[in-house]
């Protein structure tokens, strides 16, 4: 599976990018995963490479909430569906851009707190790797 992870930042946290890097190593077992920072706001959606046969879900704070197993779950039931390519988008400060709201096909969320873009982007990188793990019937969960 790929999967892109798009967000809408102004500033980067140089100490999160480490274990940001360190999660997408370990995902590169299962996935080919992409970080996909835009810049500015999105008054046109998501750029036409990461709509091309994706299937994309944006996160909110009052999106369909997961526990691990069941994030793990939706994801093998997207990837039992054919799709290969998973385009997720955290939005902006002023939530998500208008332009790309019409192309979200599912709305999840992390949590119902309100978490910065890089750090929402390292929850959700642990939380992909921790439902990998889950699927592949592997130790890090428990």
């Not at 970080?35 to 944006?58: E, F, S």
């Not at 009052?62 to 997720?88: C, D, I, W, Y």
């Not at 939005?91 to 750090?119: C, D, K, N, Y």
Request: charged share 20%; hydrophobic share 35%; net charge positive.
């Amino acid at each position: 599976m790929q999967i892109s992870i798009v967000s809408y930042e102004k500033h980067r946290n140089s100490a999160l990018e480490a274990a940001e890097q360190e999660y997408i190593k370990r995902l590169s077992r299962q996935a080919r995963v992409a970080l996909c920072p835009q810049k500015g706001k999105a008054r046109g959606g998501l750029p036409d490479r990461l709509l091309k046969g994706t299937y994309v879900v944006g996160l909110y704070v009052e999106g369909k909430p997961f526990t691990s197993e069941q994030l793990a779950q939706q994801l093998q039931r997207l990837m039992n569906q054919g799709h290969s390519h998973l385009v997720l988008v955290i939005g902006g400060a002023e939530g998500m851009p208008a332009g790309v709201e019409s192309q979200i096909r599912e709305q999840w969320s992390l949590s119902p707190l309100t978490f910065s873009h890089q750090l929402a982007r390292l929850l959700l990188l642990e939380a992909l790797y921790r439902s990998f793990d889950i699927l592949s019937g592997g130790r890090y969960h428990k």
